[in-house]
């Protein structure tokens, strides 16, 4: 079974394959360009490169958020098309989760991928690897304050690894409240894997392509404003 899987959720994009147990190719880059540009041209090279065909891809995986509203938009886009086009099941993987399983395998305590939100805040979640060798969540996805959140992780006494390059601009703020129990990933910790994605992916239950839309877990900036206008 080939699953293709694509993230544009953050500056990572990541294109990945896998048949069964079996990484086929990995596609990821940490830069600031276009995802609308690059990306459709990274799953054709890929795919060459695997040897695959459009044809032969039996499933499609997306990170489903959050993350960049553009690039969430962008690699959902290009999903559900793919999906829709070729008749195969679409699933939806948290973007937090899969910055779990990428770089906190088999950590023995609690996982908190982070990803900025602006102006204080962040998007993250608590896991923890359970016993099919995945992490599950502890307390769910969320849109929160650096400093909230870190006083509310403040009440278990395991240690919490912090991932993500993210993670580094409130690095002081759990530092400071968590003390010794705050861990940090290292430099390859905080890549999103996308083959860890396709994993994921593999029995997560098919969404309907069409009504399949991004989970932002805020408002966008504009839509805030508006409603607080209209009431």
């Not at 600031?32 to 054709?44: D, E, G, I």
């Amino acid at each position: 079974m080939n699953i293709l899987a694509i993230d544009t959720s953050t500056e990572i994009m990541g294109i990945g394959l896998i048949n069964g147990e079996k990484v086929l190719g990995e596609y990821v880059t940490n830069i600031k360009r276009t995802h609308s540009v690059r990306a459709l041209a990274a799953v054709r090279e890929l795919l060459d490169d695997c040897r695959v065909t459009l044809p032969e891809i039996n499933k499609v995986v997306v990170t489903s958020g959050p993350g960049s509203y553009t690039g969430l938009r962008i690699g959902i886009t290009i999903a559900k098309t793919l999906a829709w086009t070729m008749n195969i099941p679409l699933s939806g993987v948290s973007t937090l989760q899969v910055l779990a399983a990428s770089g906190g395998k088999n950590f023995g305590g609690f996982i908190a991928p982070v990803i900025d939100a602006r102006r204080g805040n962040i998007y993250s979640g608590l896991y923890r690897w359970n016993a099919a060798g995945k992490p599950e969540p502890v307390l769910e996805d969320r849109h929160v304050s650096a400093k909230e959140w870190a006083e509310r992780l403040s009440r278990y006494s395991e240690q919490i690894l912090f991932l993500g390059y993210d993670a580094a601009k409130h690095e002081q703020t759990f530092a400071e409240v968590l003390g010794e129990r705050a861990l940090f990933g290292s430099l390859t910790d905080h890549l999103i894997r996308p083959a860890e994605l396709a994993r994921l992916g593999m029995e997560a239950p098919a969404a309907d392509v069409h009504s399949f839309t991004p989970s932002y877990l805020r408002l966008a900036e504009a839509e805030a404003k508006w409603r607080e206008k209209n009431g």
